[in-house]
């Protein structure tokens, strides 16, 4: 389930000095890595209009 990926990535960005390093240089390959390069939305983004490169910068 993609909201399930996006909080372990969060996880890691914050806990993982190698993981934040790798999304600050090339954010779309780690989001690949955590199945989240075609997301559609989550279950708190009704309209589905989800972005997850925001939302980890955001959160």
């Known amino acids: 389930m993609p909201g ?3 909080h ?4 890691a960005i914050v806990s993982d000095a190698e993981v934040r390093e790798r999304f600050r240089a090339d954010p779309d390959a780690v989001l690949r890595e955590y199945g989240l ?3 559609d939305g ?3 983004e ?3 209009d989800f972005d997850p490169r925001s939302w ?3 959160n």
Request: charged letters at 35%; aromatic letters at 0%; hydrophobic letters at 30%.
């Open 8 to 11: 372990s990535l969060r996880k």
């Open 42 to 44: 989550l279950p708190e």
């Open 56 to 58: 980890l910068i955001n």
């Open 37 to 39: 390069s075609d997301v």
């Open 46 to 48: 009704p309209d589905g």
């Open 4 to 6: 399930d990926d996006i």
